[in-house]
T-cell receptor
Framework: GNSVTQMEGPVTLSEEAFLTINCTYTATGYPSLFWYVQYPGEGLQLLLKATKADDKGSNKGFEATYRKETTSFHLEKGSVQVSDSAVYFCALSDRLNTDKLIFGTGTRLQVFP | GAVVSQHPSRVICKSGTSVKIECRSLDFQATTMFWYRQFPKQSLMLMATSNEGSKATYEQGVEKDKFLINHASLTLSTLTVTSAHPEDSSFYIC????????FGPGTRLTVL
């Protein structure tokens, strides 16, 4: 079945460091891919998405490229800030039912000044 | 815009009692809402899809008689955990669909 695997955290970085959070997926067909972010005490928010191979999603300085050949959707940011500290979830949508989301386990990012 | 709230944020109950969790879309109407469960260090697992005015669609392995879902209006869905047991302790998250899914902040249920 469809599944998402992402790196375990926590990821601890100093401010202005480069961030990569790995995400790989298993799916039949061609799913859409998402990154959600959950700030402390808040609900998950859509950060970015990509709907087909080689698409790049971007938002708030974060980027992720849909790589079909490696079945990956790694999240990157060139210079993190303390305010980026949150839990990041990679997810895919089931093409048979585009309303359903399948999530990874989440990766906690801690950024220190 | 597109804010979803959940109430309560935390609840502790005794084994055998029932607990109701509310999910509200505050500034939009949602014909479809979703209920997820999250165990520590694990993914959000979809429990059921709640459609306004009709019965919920449960995922495989989720007991519909244990997790009662009601979606009586376009802004409110409720999840009732009946005869709760310690193994039902978890973090329950809802979302409401408006194009994309908008998520509530979650409810921490602890069953003693």
């Amino acid at each position: 079945g469809n599944s998402v695997t992402q790196m375990e955290g926590p990821v601890t970085l100093s401010e202005e460091a480069f961030l990569t959070i790995n995400c790989t997926y298993t799916a039949t067909g061609y799913p859409s891919l998402f990154w959600y972010v959950q700030y402390p005490g808040e609900g998950l928010q859509l950060l970015l998405k990509a709907t087909k191979a080689d698409d790049k999603g971007s938002n708030k300085g974060f980027e992720a490229t849909y790589r079909k050949e490696t079945t990956s959707f790694h999240l990157e940011k060139g210079s993190v800030q303390v305010s980026d500290s949150a839990v990041y979830f990679c997810a895919l949508s089931d093409r048979l039912n585009t309303d359903k989301l399948i999530f990874g386990t989440g990766t906690r990012l801690q950024v220190f000044p | 815009g597109a804010v979803v709230s959940q109430h309560p944020s935390r609840v502790i109950c005794k084994s055998g009692t029932s607990v109701k969790i509310e999910c509200r879309s505050l500034d939009f109407q949602a014909t479809t809402m979703f209920w997820y469960r999250q165990f520590p260090k694990q993914s959000l697992m979809l429990m059921a899809t709640s459609n306004e005015g009709s019965k919920a669609t449960y995922e495989q392995g989720v007991e519909k008689d244990k997790f009662l879902i009601n979606h009586a209006s376009l802004t409110l869905s409720t999840l009732t955990v009946t005869s709760a047991h310690p193994e039902d302790s978890s973090f329950y998250i809802c979302s409401a669909q408006l194009g994309t899914q908008y998520f509530g902040p979650g409810t921490r249920l602890t069953v003693l």
